[in-house]
């Protein structure tokens, strides 16, 4: 028991910092019909439920793909498409929003759940539907017309924002009128990319089989640039489901007008949408228009990050304690690697110019994320600052990283190598290894993305 609660109080904290981050925010999900159809949504609907309680301002995005073909089938209709467009006649029509509406009217009941017994226990939400969007006829393409298939003409933002503000959740379907009074069957990924652009958005969420995109060994990719995810999509075009494929397109589109980013999981795992929002390293795959995670020169506010870091490493006896006055006096040195705002790496360059050498020291990365290249991208950092001040040297002192280091091409050294200051200030006791990297023979490695 003790076990299980010291690991809930450690989830719960290292999800605070993405608890307050996304506070306020603007998400849009959207929910495919495989989605809808899986035994796994009314998890996800208790999930959606707790975001709303954080005061994430949501709007839901749902689609009947698969529901609108069943029944159509099952009433003798069959399914057209032209260019991937469904082609739709009066009749179709009658059967989407008979289909559409039904989803509807079963995603507002589960959200509108507050039983003792269930996740949502005492849970107050406003589940907003209404005309915010416009349709339009898709018209004639080829000879063939699309009847009443249309696209988004106008989206009240106004009206949506103030649902929002209010702290209720707006849900939207694949049936849309126009300024004719008529209705449209509209696609559920263009109007979640279009709400995800127009709203300026700070995530477009979607659903598929799998955990996220998976690269040519089948390991699932954490985080893509839209060109990235545009390479995979024509690679792998056949292996993602067509869920995934779907919302993969989307993203790009939404990530190239500006929606920073764009998250990919599994709607088959209990718990996928709570784990990629709120935990360090995700589960699942982000399409992002710059990358969740840089290394930067540390400023005096990454102190306390630093600090959280370095401070287990110096109670092993890994690292050199230094006291917050110390870390202050020298933050100039340190570079750091930040990840949604939070400090997972550091390292520090001490410059000696007159000998040409630079010590390379407190060197830490936090523990869950010492299975990358982040190590050799702080080792490529600093070997390129180094550089740019003329250095031709770099050295390390360590106690437990002989090997690690000796693997990037340091070679052990003697005191007497050290520069004349380091030299009176090496501690004879503490006995640590002395590494040192040639810059000018060996190129430090370029930073694995």
Partial sequence: MKLRSTALVKGFRQSAPYVNAHQNKTMVIMLGGETLADNNFPNIVNDIALLNSLGIKLVLVYGARPQINELLIRQQQEPVYHKGIRVTDAEALETIKQAAGQ??????????????????????????????????????????????????????????????????????????????????????????????????????????????????????????????????????????????????????????????????????????LIQELFSMEGIGTQIVTESAERIRQASIDDIGGILDLIGPLEEQGILVRRSREQLEQEISLFSVIERDGRIIGCAALYPFPEEGIGEMACVAVHPEYRDGQRGNNLLAHIGQLARRNGLKKVFVLTTRSVHWFREQGFVESDVSDLPNAKQQLYNLQRRSKILTLDLTTRPVAQQVR
Wanted: a negative charge; charged letters at 20%; aromatic letters at 4%.
């Fill in 103 to 272: 989803l509807q009217l079963d995603i507002t009941a589960r959200l509108s759940m507050g039983l003792n017994n269930t996740p949502m226990a005492g849970a107050q939400i406003n589940v907003i539907s209404g005309n915010f969007v416009i349709a339009q006829p898709l018209g004639v393409d080829d000879g063939i017309d699309y009847g009443h298939s249309g696209g988004i003409r106008r989206i009240d933002l106004e009206g949506i924002t103030q649902q929002l503000d209010q702290g209720s959740i707006v849900l939207l379907g694949p049936v849309a009128s126009s300024v004719t009074g008529e209705c449209f069957n509209l696609s559920s990924e263009e109007l979640a990319t279009q709400l995800a652009i127009r709203l300026k958005a700070d995530k477009l969420i979607g659903f598929g089989a799998e955990q996220g995109v998976k690269d040519m060994q089948g390991r699932i990719v954490s985080e893509l640039f839209p060109h990235q995810a545009e390479e995979l999509l024509s690679i792998q075009n056949d292996e993602q489901d067509s869920a995934s494929t779907s919302f993969l397109r989307c993203a790009i589109s939404a990530s190239r007008a500006g929606v920073p980013r764009c998250h990919l999981m599994s709607y088959k795992v209990d718990g996928s």
